[in-house]
């Protein structure tokens, strides 16, 4: 299923010009073989670094503080930049943090199976390819 550009624009919160950056960087990497894209997955890590270490030093001038909120962050796309994949602990609950409830689909009627495929489908979180990117 495809989104059109309004679509995009409205479920990730960015500008329609943001969509179009966004498809052509795509496109450009598509086109790119492994040592470009190397190449470019170092140029964007040193780039990164260059931020972070500026906002470890420079001083903020609101706060007199460095922002190392920023240099932290920083560091976490520099890993990223660089493949580190960094251990992320995400926990999944049902509804009011209870179980999360399972149903058996092969017991289901084809009737049950696509009242649920319609109800996924027309959910924003769902199957419907408007959740969140």
């Given amino acids: 299923m495809y989104a ?10 960015v500008s329609d010009s943001a969509i179009k950056n966004y498809a052509a960087e ?8 492994a040592a470009e894209l190397e190449q470019d997955r170092i140029a964007h890590a040193a780039f990164v670094r260059e931020i972070r270490d500026r906002a ?4 903020n001038v609101v706060t007199g503080l460095p922002d190392f ?8 796309m520099i890993g990223k930049w660089e493949g580190h994949n960094l251990a992320q ?4 609950t049902g509804k009011d943090g209870g179980p999360i409830e399972n149903v058996d689909v092969s017991k289901m009627t084809d009737a049950e199976l696509e009242r649920l495929a319609a109800a996924a489908a027309a959910s924003p979180k769902g199957g419907g390819g408007t959740g969140t990117p």
């Fill in 89 to 92: 602990r995400i926990e999944l």
């Fill in 4 to 13: 059109t550009r309004a679509e995009l624009s409205e479920v990730w919160g």
């Fill in 56 to 59: 470890a030093t420079e001083v």
């Fill in 69 to 76: 909120a920023a240099a932290l962050k920083a560091d976490e």
């Fill in 26 to 33: 795509a496109s450009r990497n598509l086109k790119m073989d």
